[in-house]
């Protein structure tokens, strides 16, 4: 399951932005954003924050698990 992934996807899709744009307001390049929605890495710290400040996540939403 990839559900931080999926999440970041979805938060990114939500407000209608390519990877590129998202990628960018969180200052990760597009490859390593392509690669969080994947689950193929997870994101850093640094742009957990990023998210949070960017997109007023709320971080214990992004690691809830899903049922």
């Given at each position: ?12 899709l939500q407000?209608n932005l390519?990877?590129?744009t998202?990628?960018e307001?969180?200052r ?8 969080i929605?994947?689950g193929?890495?997870?994101?850093s710290a ?7 400040k ?12 899903e049922?």
């Amino acid at each position: 399951m990839n559900a931080i992934g999926d999440k970041v996807k979805a938060i990114r899709l939500q407000h209608n932005l390519k990877q590129v744009t998202f990628a960018e307001k969180i200052r990760i390049s597009q490859g390593r954003l392509s690669e969080i929605e994947q689950g193929k890495t997870k994101p850093s710290a640094e742009t957990l924050f990023e998210l949070r400040k960017q997109f007023n996540v709320d971080l214990n939403w992004l690691f809830e698990e899903e049922n």
